[in-house]
């Protein structure tokens, strides 16, 4: 069984904030929330990580709900350079990450 | 280079044939993983390594499959007597993390190698 849930495909403004949902309504208190990224024909992209407090670096903010079984990656101001598959993962270390299918972000002019 | 590196960056191969698929990952990064990625499908975990030992290969598809490492620096994958379905983008990736830790949380992936069986 998945551990996530994503919509398959998703579409942005341009400028606009992203909002990118995630349910891990089953995540374990040692397991962490990643979000991963991965544009056309290149190799995944780390985008950020969090236990329990949202997190932010200057990619995106995460931001997990107070009973962690669901999280938003949000990017603040999406460029036409942001359209990629996104990915949560829930794991208890970056050890044997498990990639599903993501959510494609499409960012539109 | 700063990056991941994997070669060949594409390979066409005939059915039968045995590929061997190269990764050189950060200098310096104790921990390796091998993924493949078929089309319009997710990352499968394939197996990974910590310095030059393998402590979970659970992901290898068949014994055609076999990985290595030396110097706990480069790796490479062989698959013997490839078969169409073995067709997909093998992406390697590394880190400095160690097994059940935490570190950065960050895997550092190369561009893949596009494996095609004819």
């Known amino acids: 069984d998945a551990k996530t849930t994503q919509p398959p495909s998703m579409d942005c403004a341009e400028g606009r904030a992203a909002n990118l949902p995630c349910n891990h309504s089953?995540?374990?208190?040692?397991?962490?929330v990643y979000w991963y990224r991965q544009i056309h024909s290149q190799g995944p992209q780390y985008i950020i990580h969090?236990?329990?407090n949202n997190e932010t670096n200057e990619m995106a903010s995460l931001i997990i709900t107070e009973d962690r079984k669901s999280s938003t990656l949000i990017l603040p101001h999406a460029t036409l350079r942001d359209t990629a598959v996104y990915y949560c993962?829930?794991?208890?270390?970056?050890?044997?990450?498990?990639f599903g299918k993501g959510t494609l972000l499409t960012v539109n002019p | 280079g700063a990056g991941v590196s994997q070669s060949p960056s594409n390979k066409v191969t005939e059915k039968g044939k045995d590929v061997e698929l190269r990764c050189d990952p950060i200098?310096?990064?104790?921990?390796l993983y091998w993924y493949r990625q078929r089309l319009g499908q997710g990352l499968e975990f394939l197996i990974y390594f910590q310095g030059n030992s393998a402590p979970d290969k659970s992901g290898l598809p068949s014994d055609r499959f076999s990985a290595e490492r030396t110097g706990e620096s480069v790796s490479t994958l062989t698959i013997q007597r490839t078969q169409q379905e073995d067709s997909a983008v093998y992406l390697c990736?590394?880190?400095?993390?160690?097994?059940?830790?935490?570190?950065?949380?960050?895997?550092?992936f190369g561009e893949g190698s596009r494996l095609t069986v004819l």
């Open positions: 969090g236990l329990k």
């Open positions: 993962i829930v794991e208890s270390s970056n050890y044997k990450l498990t």
């Open positions: 990736a590394s880190t400095l993390e160690t097994m059940g830790g935490m570190g950065s949380g960050e895997l550092f």
């Open positions: 089953t995540i374990s208190g040692n397991e962490y």
């Open positions: 200098s310096g990064h104790t921990a």
